[in-house]
């Protein structure tokens, strides 16, 4: 929800659309627009009112040509239809909705399963509305297990969050709303995630963790988490400062489970405490629902669970939201019981592959570096090579609207401003045919874009909207 401030009030206009709108008399109905920012007076037809909406909406881009998220924009017909069956269900009803919270419960132990969790009954977890609620309260779980183990000094001592500065911006936000220090460490060279040894390093009595990211979103590389639980654990030979990690596995606990099953990442680390990950994004569900998953019941403190009435009994819960749509969790379930591991690694694959070859394609075109290949998250970053100076990215981007496409260019953190670059983030969905589109229109445009004086964006920053 943006925080909007308020429009002007314009007077009332006649309506101008098709007077075929209107339902009953086309004519009389259809004398007055509705005002759009205030409520209008009088009710008006559902057919009008939604040939309203949806012509307004025609200008929104399309979601399939929207190569800058990594949010789902494709599910099949039958999820739709499940969807559409749970949308009056509110997750935070579990007496009412037994067998909407019991799914809730299976996908949390599947999820504890394929991250092998030490014990996967003793597992706990939550869903949420993303992953940024979820990275929330796995961040509160580590303030308080550090309050309490630091009940002498706090609240006097001023905790700290240690994590690249190429985290999502959701850290910037647990920082800033649970008022934790966040302690960035800086990109250096090509080097565009955190260094195990550099974080550690940033680590004293006051840090209630380090997150790291699989993958980051700049670049849809991996963080070396094994190598980052190693320095932590040099760090407590060292000095017996005991940090837990979170990793924020957004998109990548739902990659690398299936494509990169040697990659130790997960609960397989003693030190990792904590994961969670979007269930929108590689989990392969329509937007909003997020997981987090504690190693243990000793991961979460016990106090900041709440309880509400389940079967006579009563359920745990831990959530920023009370209530929330149920139909998403159902989505969920459904997408695990349907694709199953191999099913999810066929996806996964698939979507890797179109990354690597379209990646390819693009290193070929000559007029391009890439940062990555695709061959983590399906997922990479390019920028142009060093003698083109007649364009930019952010003119390769505006050109790419052009024909539809949405990929975003943006400028890189301190350190690294003076680099900017494109990212192509392949889902299920946009398949090998759409990237060869994409390939063949971005060579139709090299001859122009070589072409410019110099690149033509002026204000960078309004270059765009683009927030990761
Ligand atoms: C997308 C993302 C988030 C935020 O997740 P939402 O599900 O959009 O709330 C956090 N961390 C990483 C690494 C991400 O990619």
């Avoid at 966040?182 to 963790?209: K, S, W, Y």
């Avoid at 569900?285 to 991961?299: I, K, M, S």
């Avoid at 890189?412 to 003076?418: A, L, Y």
């Amino acid at each position: 929800m943006p925080l909007t401030e308020g429009f002007p009030r314009p007077g009332d206009r006649r309506l101008s659309v098709n007077p075929f709108y209107g339902p009953a008399n086309p004519l009389g109905d259809m004398a007055e627009a509705p005002p759009t920012h205030r409520l209008p007076a009088q009710p008006m037809a559902p057919a009008t009112a939604h040939q309203l909406v949806r012509d307004e909406l025609m200008l929104d881009g399309n979601a399939r040509l929207n190569l800058a998220t990594f949010v789902t924009t494709w599910m099949e017909p039958e999820a739709g239809v499940l969807m559409a069956e749970c949308r009056d269900k509110n997750m935070i009803d579990k007496d009412e909705y037994p067998r909407t919270a019991e799914l809730e419960r299976r996908c949390v132990a599947m999820l504890a399963d394929l991250w092998h969790a030490p014990d996967p009954a003793s597992a706990v977890g939550c869903s949420t509305t993303g992953s940024s609620e979820a990275c929330m309260l796995a961040g509160m779980a580590l303030k308080r297990r550090w309050a309490k183990r630091n009940a002498d000094r706090y609240p006097e001592a001023r905790p700290n969050l240690v994590m690249g500065v190429n985290v999502q911006v959701c850290w910037e936000k647990f920082c800033n709303f649970w008022e934790v220090e966040a302690r960035l460490v800086p990109m250096e060279g090509e080097r565009f995630h955190l260094d195990p040894q550099a974080a550690a390093e940033l680590c004293d009595e006051n840090t209630i963790g380090v997150v790291g990211i699989l993958g980051s979103t700049f670049d849809g590389s991996y963080e070396p988490i094994a190598d980052l639980c190693a320095a932590l654990d040099a760090l407590r030979e060292r000095t017996g400062l005991d940090i837990p990690v979170h990793v924020d596995g957004a998109s990548g606990a739902m990659v690398a489970p299936f494509l990169d099953e040697d990659l130790v990442w997960d609960f397989r680390l003693p030190r990792v405490a904590s994961i969670n990950t979007s269930g929108h994004k590689y989990g392969l569900v329509y937007p909003g629902v997020g997981w987090a998953l504690w190693r243990d019941a000793e991961a979460l403190p016990e106090e900041l669970v709440f309880r509400v009435n389940y079967l006579g009994g009563d359920m745990p819960t831990f959530a920023l939201n009370f209530s929330r749509p149920g139909a998403q969790v159902v989505a969920q379930y459904y997408t695990f019981l349907r694709l199953g591991r191999d099913g999810y690694r066929a996806v996964q694959q698939a979507a890797r592959d179109v990354a690597t070859e379209l990646a390819g394609r693009v290193a070929a075109l000559g007029d391009f570096r890439l940062l990555t290949r695709g061959d983590q998250l399906p997922v990479f970053a390019f920028t142009t090579a060093p003698d083109v100076t007649a364009y930019d990215v952010f003119d390769v981007s505006r050109r790419l609207r052009e024909s539809g496409w949405l990929v975003p260019a943006y400028t890189f953190p301190e350190n690294r401003q003076d680099l900017s670059v494109l990212r192509v983030v392949c889902r299920n969905g946009f398949s090998a045919d759409l990237a060869e589109l994409l390939a063949q229109d971005l060579e139709r445009l090299l001859p122009d874009l070589r072409r410019q004086p110099r690149p033509l964006t002026e204000d960078k920053g309004a270059a765009t909207g683009f927030h990761h």
